[in-house]
């Protein structure tokens, strides 16, 4: 069974701080892995995607890594600002899901970023 | 280009009456994903359907909850005779083909508060 751990629950730093955020899986058997980020009372806006060949996404001040074999991705953020202050979500699609669009998600890691 | 739109976003209801929350998928998707967020839990996946069609309605409870995708319309997640345990945040998805490595576009949510 498939399970998405994310490290830490919570994490508090000063703006200004680089700052790596934890997803592992136990099922290394994944089409991708998606990052998402969700604002407290709305919906995720996807981030990045990285497919299961690939090793990492770049996006702005963001980048995703992928180690598929070891069951980890890290999704960093550069240059951290109050308004990257939110919950940020790892899912992986796994293989045999086919085109379900089943993402099985992480807890999230709640990000506070202080001015 | 619209996203994808719920409602309504907060919907209140006493125990034992229906609950129906409406999806829109973005224009130009034909696939639709339910998903529920309980409280301290992760979101979990809970049925695809495409129009007119469900596909995959692993995640959904046995009794009292269904899904349609009608040919014109928007996608309607309904719960009946609802009980405290189904007050929840309810998310719904959508994607261009519903191929395996596309991205998911999640809508705002629809908070289900149960009395």
């Known amino acids: 069974k498939q399970e998405v751990t994310q490290i830490p629950a919570a994490l508090s730093v000063p703006e200004g701080e680089n700052l790596v955020l934890n997803c592992s899986f136990t099922?290394?058997?994944?089409?991708?892995l998606q990052w998402f980020r969700q604002d407290p009372g709305k919906g995720l806006t996807s981030l990045l995607l990285?497919?299961?060949?690939?090793r990492e996404q770049t996006s702005g001040r963001l980048n995703a890594s992928l180690d598929k074999s070891s069951g980890r991705s890290t999704l960093y953020i550069a240059a951290s600002q109050p308004g990257d202050s939110a919950t940020y979500l790892c899912?992986?699609?796994?293989?045999?899901?086919?085109?379900?669009?089943?993402?099985?998600f992480g807890q999230g890691t709640t990000l506070q970023v202080k001015p | 280009n619209a996203g994808v739109m719920q409602n309504p976003r907060h919907l209140v209801r006493r125990r034992g009456q229906e609950a129906r929350l409406r999806c829109s998928p973005m224009?130009?998707?034909?696939?639709v994903y339910w998903y529920r967020q309980l409280p301290e839990e992760g979101l979990k996946f809970m049925v695809y359907?495409?129009?007119?069609?469900?596909?995959?309605e692993s995640g959904m409870p046995k009794e009292r909850f269904s899904a349609e995708f009608p040919k014109e319309g928007p996608s309607i997640l309904r719960i009946q005779q609802v009980v405290r345990g189904d007050s929840a945040a309810y998310f719904c998805?959508?994607?261009?083909?519903?191929?395996?490595?596309?991205?998911?576009?999640f809508g705002s949510g629809t908070q289900l508060s149960v009395l």
């Open positions: 998805a959508s994607s261009p083909r519903g191929a395996t490595n596309e991205k998911l576009f």
């Open positions: 099922d290394s058997a994944i089409y991708n």
């Open positions: 990285i497919q299961s060949s690939q």
């Open positions: 899912a992986v699609k796994k293989e045999g899901s086919g085109n379900t669009g089943k993402l099985i």
């Open positions: 224009k130009g998707h034909s696939h």
């Open positions: 359907l495409q129009k007119e069609n469900i596909i995959d």
